[in-house]
């Protein structure tokens, strides 16, 4: 059974009590924040989010109705990555359900579209979620040699990503590839790379799966010993987990180690416990493992009978599946218990079968094999034409102009290159000055934020303890003296407002949330503090990574502490909705309000604050949109939040 990962983390099958609750979390929270997105990009990702999870509830209708919906509503969003993710996710729901040419026609749509843009990471990124996913759907289909061709070649753009869990599931993919076409040697060199980069990004369930894919590997290899070793280190990840569909996966390979060794007692063991995951987990690639394992089993001990019916069922699952290859392997099990039953005219029987479905294959894999070889053929001849043709009309051309034409060019080629040494003079000077007023803007900002936090720390620690001491004092003055108590009581408490005050004036300034917490309760507090009998804030987020730089987090904080002081203080708003969410290096913050809106041309009173939060943008190469009229208004911010992706 082939093992490849999937760049979309699902469970096959039944769903246990347990995690179809926490699926059914995962799906109202997600639908509540579909239910309050403002933009339409928002609602593609929300889309996509939502229709994986019904999916690994069991509910492929519902998933591929959102999915189709996300599709259509990306066609109205001028960026094409938006509708490039629409189509990767509809090929996920179709590619899990074995819809294999609808799943491909999809997953080509999405390459096409991310093929514009190689710069992008965002673009390169989901390209290779697309390649990943394509190979699987080859592999499906039993074109082995088409997924290879397409997961090793995506190696070196996956490399260049930087993005160690996304490198290690590659690298597992190919090995499982190789694993499947009986190339032990070179998938054991992949599986050694997947082991040591699997075990820096990923999660145990995910580590156990590629440990318990090299074990098989040594399996086949015969080298029991190690075979042994990363069963064991899987059972000891897979403990960490609990409850996982893994565990089926586990004891089958476990059953067939312990049949190789003459451990027969423990193999009944092994195969019993596997027996008992397969109720709580109905995974497909599980069955096959335990049924296997079963068959093995049966035969060691001489059960032909028994073995021979769980090769039954095993063909019968292949034929359903249309995975060729376990059907062949059946067939020659089935022929093989036969002919030990003393069943000859049954055997041969099986064998007549076995030779016609491997006949169909040949000839299944030769047509694909003449296919790739008639295009590639067609493509070259194209390709000769088409030089030929411009061998002609060049020497047509040169006999006509002569030297004539030498000269022109010589001429033509010496303004060009005048032209083109000022040009790239003149775009060398708009650089070096766009890179020095990023700059000044970059050490304004951090000037402007020490700035803060000293006055922040003056206020708090000095003047502000000054006051508290006055206070105090105060207090005490007004027990010992009964005549001026209630004027000095009132004195007392004035100086306490002021106090607060001044602790309000210095949090604003630094806050001590950001720094002790991070962004999102920091983010929490000032929307918090903002609420007014007539004014609500909400706020909503979604995936905020906590290893954001401390610099970018204040930067964020400032632009959203702008954006709604200025709703609040001009708008007339009474309520604002604040979203901040983050998708790998991306940080989104949507700011709306149903206030009166204003002129985004020439705004009348935030202009100044507007120009902080742009700067800011400009300087995170992020991008921000104002959509504002009478109903209310709408901020989108698009950000950078890594060092490695603003260059």
């Given at each position: ?19 179809a ?7 109202d929270?997600l639908?509540r924040l ?92 989901l ?13 499906n ?9 397409l ?7 996956v490399?260049?990503l ?10 597992h ?12 040697k070179?998938?054991?060199a992949?599986?050694?790379?997947d082991?040591y ?6 999660k145990p ?10 074990a098989?590997l040594?399996f ?24 996982t569909?893994l ?19 423990a ?10 995951e ?19 089993l049966?035969?060691?001990?001489g ?21 060729s ?7 020659e ?10 069943k ?9 079968k ?11 894999q ?16 194209k ?16 006999l ?11 001429v033509?080629?010496f ?5 083109q040494r ?10 070096i ?11 304004l ?15 708090h ?9 006055l ?21 007392a ?9 001044l602790?309000?004036i210095a949090?604003?300034?630094?806050p001590e ?11 929490k507090?000032?929307?918090?503090s ?7 804030v ?14 970018i987090?204040t ?7 702008e954006?709604?002081h ?10 604002i ?25 020439s ?7 507007l ?7 400009e300087l ?17 911010i698009?950000?950078y ?7």
């Amino acid at each position: 059974m082939k093992r490849f990962l999937f760049i979309c983390i699902c469970l096959y099958g039944s769903v246990p009590r347990s995690s179809a609750q926490l699926y059914q979390h995962r799906i109202d929270s997600l639908q509540r924040l579909l239910d309050k997105a403002t933009s339409d990009t928002t609602r593609i990702r929300l889309m996509g989010d939502l229709s994986s999870a019904w999916f690994n509830m069991g509910k492929p209708a519902v998933a591929r109705e959102l999915s189709m919906r996300a599709l259509q509503l990306s066609r109205q969003v001028p960026d094409p990555y938006y509708q490039a993710l629409a189509h990767y996710r509809l090929g996920y729901v179709y590619a899990m359900q074995f819809i294999n040419d609808s799943a491909i026609a999809q997953y080509d749509s999405a390459r096409q579209i991310l093929a514009t843009d190689s710069t992008s990471i965002a673009y390169r990124s989901l390209y290779v979620k697309c390649n990943n996913n394509l190979a699987f759907t080859y592999a499906n289909e039993e074109h082995m040699e088409k997924a290879m061709e397409l997961l090793i070649g995506t190696l070196p753009v996956v490399a260049s990503l930087k993005d160690t869990f996304v490198y290690a599931v590659a690298l597992h993919n190919v090995s499982a590839g190789l694993t499947e076409m009986e190339q032990y040697k070179r998938a054991y060199a992949y599986s050694q790379q997947d082991l040591y980069f699997i075990q820096r990004a990923g999660k145990p369930e995910e580590i156990a799966e590629s440990f318990l894919s090299t074990a098989l590997l040594m399996f086949y290899m015969d080298s029991l010993d190690r075979t042994k070793r990363y069963l064991d280190t899987a059972a000891w990840q897979l403990q960490k987990v609990g409850k996982t569909s893994l565990w089926g996966r586990f004891y089958g390979l476990q059953t067939r180690y312990y049949v190789e060794t003459k451990q027969l007692p423990a193999a009944e063991k092994s195969l019993h416990l596997g027996l008992e995951e397969l109720k709580a987990y109905d995974r497909r690639s599980n069955q096959y493992d335990v049924y296997t394992a079963q068959k093995e089993l049966l035969e060691a001990k001489g059960d032909y009978a028994g073995a021979y019916k769980a090769s039954e069922k095993l063909l019968a699952m292949s034929q359903e599946d249309g995975l060729s290859s376990f059907t062949l392997n059946s067939l020659e099990a089935l022929a093989l218990f036969s002919r030990k039953m003393g069943k000859a005219e049954e055997a041969y029987t099986w064998l007549e079968k076995y030779k016609a479905v491997k006949d169909s294959v040949d000839k299944k894999q030769m047509a694909l094999k003449i296919n790739e070889m008639e295009m590639s053929f067609q493509a070259s001849q194209k390709e000769q034409q088409i030089l030929m043709l411009q061998d002609r009309a060049r020497l047509q051309r040169y006999l006509l102009w002569g030297a004539c034409a030498i000269l022109a060019l010589t001429v033509l080629f010496f303004l060009y290159v005048i032209r083109q040494r000022k040009i790239r003079m003149s775009q060398q000077i708009r650089v070096i000055d766009q890179q020095r007023q990023v700059e000044i803007t970059d050490a304004l900002l951090k000037g402007e934020e020490r700035e803060r936090a000293r006055l922040a720390r003056d206020l708090h620690d000095g003047l502000g303890g000054t006051l508290a001491g006055l206070k105090l004092n105060l207090g005490r003055i007004a027990q010992s003296s009964e005549e001026q108590q209630p004027a000095l009581q009132q004195v007392a408490e004035q100086l306490g407002g002021s106090v607060q005050e001044l602790r309000r004036i210095a949090r604003n300034m630094m806050p001590e949330s950001l720094l002790k917490l991070g962004l999102e309760p920091a983010l929490k507090d000032l929307c918090e503090s903002m609420l007014t009998p007539p004014l609500q804030v909400v706020f909503n987020t979604f995936n905020i990574q906590q290893d954001i730089p401390s610099r970018i987090q204040t930067m964020i904080y400032r632009m959203v502490q702008e954006l709604l002081h200025n709703a609040a203080r001009h708008s007339g708003a009474t309520k604002i909705l604040l979203q901040c969410s983050q998708e790998a290096a991306v940080f989104f913050i949507t700011v709306e309000d149903n206030g009166k809106g204003f002129d985004t041309a020439s705004p009348p009173s935030g202009g100044i604050g507007l120009a902080s939060v742009r700067s800011r943008v400009e300087l995170l190469k992020g991008r921000m949109q104002i959509d504002s009229g009478e109903n209310g208004t709408v901020i989108n911010i698009e950000l950078y939040v890594t060092d490695s992706y603003r260059g």
